[in-house]
C-alpha cells in the first residue's frame, strides 16, 4: 500500500498519470474466488442436509403392536396394529418412510430395507408401503418397491430393489430375486432358477401364530411401548 501511494505522488509531480488498481482483474483474482467457494460451501450444505435421512430416528408404534426392543429399526418406520417384530430383526428407511400394514410378523435376522439410490434424496413422499398379514422368515433380505398383503417370504431369500410384490405370493426359502419385475398375484417362486408357478390356494392369515407370540415374547423380551394412536390424532384434530 505504501509503494503504491508514493508511485501515485511520483506521477502527480512529474504530470504522468497516476496507476488505477484494476478493478476487474481484483474482482477476478479475490472476490470472485472467495463468493464462489461461500456458495459452493453452501450449496454442500443443502445438498448434505437433503440427501442425507433425518439424523434422530422416529419410530412409531401402534396399540397392539409388539415390537422388541433388541430389534434394530433406523429411520421413520410405523408398525400398525397387530404387527410382531422379533429381537435382531432389521428395518432401514434410508431412502423414505416405512409404513408396515397390520399383523405382519418380522422374525429373527430380517432385514427390511428402503435403500437409497444413487444420485437420489430422502423423500418424505417416497414412501415403502408393505400391506396386511405378510410374513418375513428368518433371514430374509426384502428390499422389494411395493408389498401387498398376505405374502410369505421364506428363510434365506432375497428380494432386491425394483421388485413389486402384490398379495398372495410365496418367494421360497433362499431365492435370489435381482431382477426388476412385477410378479403376478399369488405367485409361487421356487427352485434354484427362480421358476414361477400360480399358487393353488391363497395364503391364509397368520391369527394363531400372531396371538401365540403376543403372548410369549413379552415374557423373554423388553418391548417398545406403543406411542401412536391415528384414532386420537383425528380425534384432536
Not at 396399540?63 to 400398525?80: H, Q, Y
Amino acid at each position: 500500500m505504501i509503494g503504491f501511494r508514493f508511485i501515485a505522488l511520483a506521477c502527480h509531480l512529474f504530470c504522468i498519470p497516476s496507476p488505477q488498481p484494476n478493478c476487474d482483474q481484483i474482482y477476478r483474482t479475490v472476490l470472485q474466488p472467495s463468493m464462489i467457494s461461500i456458495a459452493e460451501k453452501n450449496i454442500n450444505k443443502l445438498e448434505n442436509k437433503t440427501r442425507k435421512m433425518p439424523s434422530e430416528n422416529s419410530i412409531k408404534v401402534m396399540p397392539k403392536a409388539v415390537v422388541c426392543e433388541e430389534s434394530n429399526l433406523r429411520g421413520d418406520i410405523t408398525f400398525s396394529a397387530g404387527c410382531v417384530v422379533h429381537p435382531s430383526a432389521t428395518v432401514f428407511a434410508e431412502a423414505g418412510p416405512i409404513i408396515i400394514g397390520e399383523n405382519c410378523i418380522l422374525e429373527e435376522y430380517t432385514t427390511i430395507a428402503h435403500r437409497l439410490q444413487v444420485g437420489a434424496r430422502w423423500d418424505a413422499n417416497n414412501i415403502l408401503s408393505i400391506g396386511t398379514h405378510n410374513v418375513f422368515e428368518v433371514g430374509c433380505t426384502v428390499e422389494a418397491t411395493r408389498i401387498g398383503d398376505k405374502n410369505v417370504f421364506e428363510s434365506k431369500c432375497y428380494v432386491g430393489p425394483g421388485v413389486t410384490v402384490p398379495s398372495g405370493c410365496v418367494i421360497g426359502a433362499g431365492i435370489r430375486m435381482h431382477t426388476a419385475q412385477l410378479l403376478p398375484e399369488n405367485t409361487i417362486v421356487y427352485g434354484q432358477q427362480a421358476l414361477q408357478r400360480e399358487a393353488i390356494e391363497k395364503q391364509g392369515s397368520q391369527t394363531l401364530q400372531i396371538d401365540f407370540l403376543r403372548k410369549v415374547l413379552p415374557n423373554y423380551h423388553h418391548l417398545r411401548k406403543p406411542n401412536h394412536d391415528p384414532k386420537k390424532a383425528r380425534s384432536v384434530v
